[in-house]
């Protein structure tokens, strides 16, 4: 539903794509997928069990989820001008004292690190959405391919600066400097590509907001960032434990994850013009399911990456067409339910993550562990067919008026 027009975001008097934010959030396409190949030498550090080292994921979520909240609150407030600067200078922060610290402590330099994550990603999206409103879709598209590059470039990051250094503290480090630069360039950016002017609050019916619709779409937010967040964030400790003869092929396996699923988002704008957003999310389902099943089937790096690289490809789809259903009953730039989305995700990747390694210690392995985000598959396709809202609640004249 549309926005009121008082609370439309007041259009800028040029198109503008402010460099340091899309520079930035490359950086933060890395600090959120940083934990899947860095997870295997800080276990081997602190001699971590697999329960332990999924309380990392659980670390990184709950502060992001906190982030997120918090900037629903300080965002209308305080303005992007000094809520992105400080995101950025507390993921700098937080990667930077990982490198120093020791177990349990290195749980607080993640939550650290995830509290600026959910600073920044929804501060980020509304600044390029309002600095361009005649075509904010094509923007917001080139902003998240950003992050999909920092995703897909994080694993050989780490492999290159592990060969060469030895130990993560380096790796660690060439991450925090980037991530500060940003911190101190945005500070001198010019004001008018950091004011948010106005945030719309959403327009929903009471029936929408408190009825199945809502509901169904919190599921899948919550067990789609889950499922990724595990395959992502295990998917290399998992292929180093299976790699003979042992090598260094293993720290890419998340970017064989990350690639397919940038390129399944890629393509999908031209095949929803052939077919319908549910007949895509099933099907893609379905290959995903099929993807998980192959890798944990599969007892080589060969059979992983495959397996991996054809999940990727089938979850491509789904959180876009959720957050797409959100957006055109909600309103785009509605802070209100963009919080709510953001954090039902972030409680999905503070769960499901931290569950694969309690049942992998639990039933001694990975394979047990990697069962989860496979159920989270299966309870997707279930959910899908909910996906949509009544006819009655997308029609005016029978929802009655709302308020502005």
Request: proline letters at 7%; aromatic letters at 6%; glycine letters at 12%.
């Amino acid at each position: 539903m549309p926005l009121s027009p008082s609370a439309r975001p007041a259009k800028s008097s040029n198109s503008t794509r402010p460099k340091v934010i899309y520079t930035g959030f490359v950086l933060t396409g890395m600090v959120t997928t940083l934990l899947g190949p860095i997870l295997p030498p800080l276990a081997v550090r602190w001699s971590l069990t697999d329960a332990q080292a999924g309380s990392l994921f659980t670390a990184q979520f709950v502060g992001s989820t906190l982030g997120v909240l918090l900037s629903a609150a300080i965002l209308p407030k305080l303005g992007l001008a000094a809520s992105l600067p400080a995101g950025y200078a507390v993921m700098s922060l937080g990667v930077s004292a990982l490198s120093a610290s020791a177990w349990p402590s290195g749980l607080v330099s993640v939550f650290a690190y995830g509290l600026g994550l959910g600073i920044v990603i929804p501060a980020s999206n509304l600044l390029i959405a309002e600095a361009n409103p005649s075509h904010r879709a094509a923007e917001l598209n080139i902003l998240n391919l950003a992050w999909g590059l920092g995703a897909v470039g994080c694993p050989p990051f780490v492999a290159v600066l592990l060969a060469r250094t030895g130990g993560t503290a380096g790796v660690l480090r060439a991450l925090a400097l980037p991530l500060a630069i940003v911190a101190t360039a945005l500070l001198f950016q010019p004001p008018t590509n950091l004011g948010l002017t106005a945030v719309g609050r959403a327009v929903w019916p009471d029936s929408i907001l408190h009825g199945r619709f809502l509901a169904v779409l919190a599921t899948i937010f919550f067990l789609y960032v889950g499922t990724e967040n595990s395959l992502a964030g295990w998917i290399a400790s998992y292929a180093r434990r299976l790699s003979t003869p042992p090598g260094r092929l293993w720290v890419l396996m998340p970017s064989f994850f990350w690639a397919s699923l940038l390129a399944g988002r890629a393509v999908a704008p031209g095949i929803l013009r052939r077919v319908t957003e549910a007949k895509l999310l099933v099907t893609g389902l379905a290959v995903a399911g099929v993807g998980v099943a192959a890798l944990l089937a599969g007892n080589d790096v060969t059979a992983i990456g495959l397996g991996v690289s054809l999940a990727g490809l089938g979850l491509a789809g789904v959180f876009p067409i959720a957050i797409a259903m959100l957006s055109e009953h909600g309103g785009s730039l509605a802070l209100r339910t963009t919080g709510v989305a953001f954090a039902l995700a972030g409680l999905g990747g503070a769960t499901l993550p931290w569950l694969v390694g309690v049942l992998s210690t639990r039933f001694g392995g990975l394979k047990a562990g990697l069962a989860v985000p496979l159920a989270a598959i299966a309870a997707l396709m279930v959910l899908q067919p909910y996906a949509s809202l009544p006819k009655s609640a997308t029609d005016p004249s029978k929802t009655g008026p709302a308020d502005a």
